[in-house]
């Protein structure tokens, strides 16, 4: 499952240069995470590093794009073979 920021985001900037991926930028209000290019740090990191370096919690699972760990290890597969 991708990750999604809410709209509690501070745009504190810190997420953003934790993505291994670039999947995180700037949007219109808020960060934003694209994502056919998150895979919740799968093949980087034990845990997704946005979510750790986040102050205010609100980076979460994206309902919208789920995922399993095979299919977010084939997404990092994929994007890392490039």
């Known amino acids: 499952?991708?990750?999604i920021i809410t709209d509690?985001?501070?745009n504190c900037d810190v997420?953003?240069?934790e993505c291994p991926n670039?999947?995180?930028s700037q949007g219109d209000e808020t960060y934003?995470?694209?994502p056919d290019l998150c895979?919740?740090?799968v093949g980087h990191y034990e845990t997704s590093q946005c979510?750790?370096?986040c102050p205010v919690d609100c980076i979460q699972k994206d309902p919208?794009?789920?995922e399993t760990p095979e299919q977010l290890q084939a997404k990092f597969e994929r994007i890392t073979a490039g």
């Open 64 to 66: 919208a794009h789920e």
């Open 1 to 3: 499952m991708a990750l």
């Open 32 to 34: 934003v995470i694209n």
């Open 39 to 41: 895979t919740e740090c």
């Open 8 to 10: 509690e985001c501070i």
């Open 22 to 24: 670039g999947a995180i």
């Open 51 to 53: 979510q750790e370096v």
């Open 15 to 17: 997420c953003e240069p």
